[in-house]
Nanobody, 122 residues
């Protein structure tokens, strides 16, 4: 049983900052890529940022220079520091992890967090 638990969402004014956290727990052998996605009302879920186990990060163009993804491998936790927030960043943010189990060989399994609401509004 694996759980991804997110925290850190909330209401913030335009130009403000928030930091999201997502901790994975359970019988985890290792975690490959971890990432953040978001889904606004009426929109498709989109990738925001990903980070590999060795720290290589990628971002969607709309958040480059404003968001920073990081991870703590010892804690199986991924973070998303969001600065200079804009109203168009308003969405439910989901974390995702590609998890390997001790007896699964190279096969990895994708897990999602429950989502955390981020609202940017004055």
């Amino acid at each position: 049983q694996v759980q991804l638990v997110e925290s850190g969402g909330g209401l913030v004014q335009p130009g403000g900052s928030l930091r999201l956290s997502c901790a994975a727990s359970g019988s985890i052998f290792s975690i490959n890529a971890m990432g953040w996605y978001r889904q606004a009302p009426g929109e498709r879920r989109e990738l925001v940022a990903t980070i590999t186990g060795d720290g290589s990060a990628k971002y969607v163009d709309s958040v480059k220079g404003r968001f920073t993804v990081s991870r703590d491998n010892a804690r199986n936790t991924v973070y998303l520091q969001m600065n200079s927030l804009k109203p168009e960043d308003t969405a439910v943010y989901y974390c995702h992890a590609e998890i390997l189990f001790r007896d699964s060989g190279p096969r990895q399994f994708g897990y999602w967090g429950q989502g955390t609401q981020v609202t940017v509004s004055s």
